[in-house]
């Protein structure tokens, strides 16, 4: 029987915490949520391990899904991320998706560009994960690193699997912009916007994530939940709370969605 294994990559460990205690369901304690601790051989590294219980498909056993706390930003994500394909591969125990999730800021139904928008407490599933400040500043504006001739700035998670998750959740789907410097004022919420009209979050990792998981042929997904709004930075309207809530209640359709999606092979992206 197979086994899927599922790698799950946050930036903190209150985001790896509310991972745990949504797939693990109600029995998850606060902080390791009854998971089991592995620590990695280099970087200082532990993956938060919760096992699922077999889904009725006798050729298969479950999922093994590994959350890890990789710290903040694109480049922590993808050399934390990197180090944990790695160590299973040498284990053994290769992974057969990896997934980005955590909290971030929505941005504002767009009156100009017509995007949607996410509001604080929703859930997102990124159909587009977005390097959105890849590249370079000109005279004209910004131009991504493709334009530049350079490697890529948009990574495509398998669509089955989005709309499966985004089913099973409630969530809404489109683009999640990664940033290494999130935005803090309304004129560059409203550029942002505007070159990315259909973007629903911003965040911090999942460029990353999906760089290195790329790197290794695995397919990749990227879960964003709520906590305030893209723009000028008011702590006090932040609801990280409400938005960690809403990452477990996501995370819990994890076991379901990915006993239904077939096999692993299906899920990568042509």
Do not use: K
């Amino acid at each position: 029987m197979t086994v899927t294994r599922v790698l799950v990559v946050t930036a903190v460990a209150a985001e790896r915490d509310a991972v745990v205690a949504g797939v693990a369901g109600d029995g998850a304690a606060a902080g390791d949520g009854g998971a089991e601790i592995i620590a990695l051989p280099a970087g200082g590294y532990a993956l938060h391990r919760v096992r699922t219980a077999a889904p009725t498909a006798p050729e298969r056993a479950g999922a093994v899904l590994d959350v890890l706390a990789a710290g903040v930003g694109p480049a922590a994500a993808a050399a934390g991320t990197a180090t944990a394909l790695t160590a299973g591969i040498c284990a053994g125990a290769g992974y057969d998706l990896v997934i980005s999730a955590g909290i971030g800021g929505g941005f504002a139904p767009g009156p100009d560009t017509g995007g949607p928008g996410a509001a604080v407490g929703s859930t997102v599933v990124a159909d587009a994960i977005v390097a959105a400040d890849l590249g370079a500043e000109t005279p004209d504006g910004f131009l991504p690193v493709t334009e530049l001739g350079f490697g890529t700035v948009v990574h495509t998670p398998p669509p089955a699997l989005v709309r499966a998750l985004t089913a099973a959740t409630g969530a809404a789907c489109g683009p999640v912009l990664t940033a290494s410097t999130v935005t803090g004022s309304a004129e560059h919420a409203a550029r942002l916007a505007a070159r990315h009209p259909r973007a629903l979050v911003e965040a911090m990792e999942g460029f990353g994530v999906a760089e290195a998981a790329a790197a290794q042929g695995l397919p990749v997904l990227e879960i964003r939940t709520v906590s305030n709004p893209v723009g000028p930075r008011d702590r006090a309207a932040w609801r990280i709370g409400e938005a960690l809530g809403a990452l477990s209640a996501a995370c819990a359709a994890l076991p379901r969605v990915l006993a239904a999606a077939g096999a692993p092979t299906s899920w990568r992206t042509p």
